[in-house]
């Protein structure tokens, strides 16, 4: 079982960047770093929405409509960390964002079994 912790979130202004940072919580030597993982967000009102999704070996990027053009993402197995980094900031972009692991990359979000609580991500014009 592979339990995920966001940080990073809070209140920025247009324009802004920020980075969000998915991390396991507790000791899972090997497991995480052996899972593919994306960043999900859902606004209010609105459906839960794919950003982008990275293999475990860190390699190609699968991004949706969503994370087309301000959004990175990256791994570090050894620190059994990803980052989101999102550039640009629009208001639009507020959400609570989320990061999910699976054994493949997807823009299903039925394809991942990992999920963390969310960061909120508030962005002001």
């Known amino acids: 079982q592979v339990q995920l912790v966001e940080s990073g979130g809070g209140l920025v202004q247009a324009g802004d960047s920020l980075e969000l940072s998915c991390a396991p919580s507790?000791?899972?030597?090997?497991?995480?770093?052996?899972?593919?993982v994306a960043w999900f967000r859902q606004a209010p009102g609105q459906e839960r929405e794919f950003i982008v999704a990275?293999?475990?070996?860190?390699?190609?990027?699968s991004f949706g409509h969503a994370g087309q053009g301000r959004f990175a993402i990256s791994r570090e197995n050894a620190r059994d960390t990803v980052t989101l980094r999102i550039n640009s900031l629009k208001p639009e972009d507020t959400a609570v964002y989320y990061c999910?692991?699976?054994?493949?990359?997807?823009?299903?979000?039925?394809?991942?079994?990992?999920w963390g609580q969310g960061t909120r991500v508030t962005v002001s014009a």
């Open positions: 507790g000791r899972t030597p090997g497991t995480f770093s052996s899972l593919a």
């Open positions: 990275l293999p475990w070996s860190g390699g190609s990027r």
């Open positions: 999910a692991a699976g054994n493949l990359p997807s823009s299903d979000l039925r394809d991942y079994n990992y």
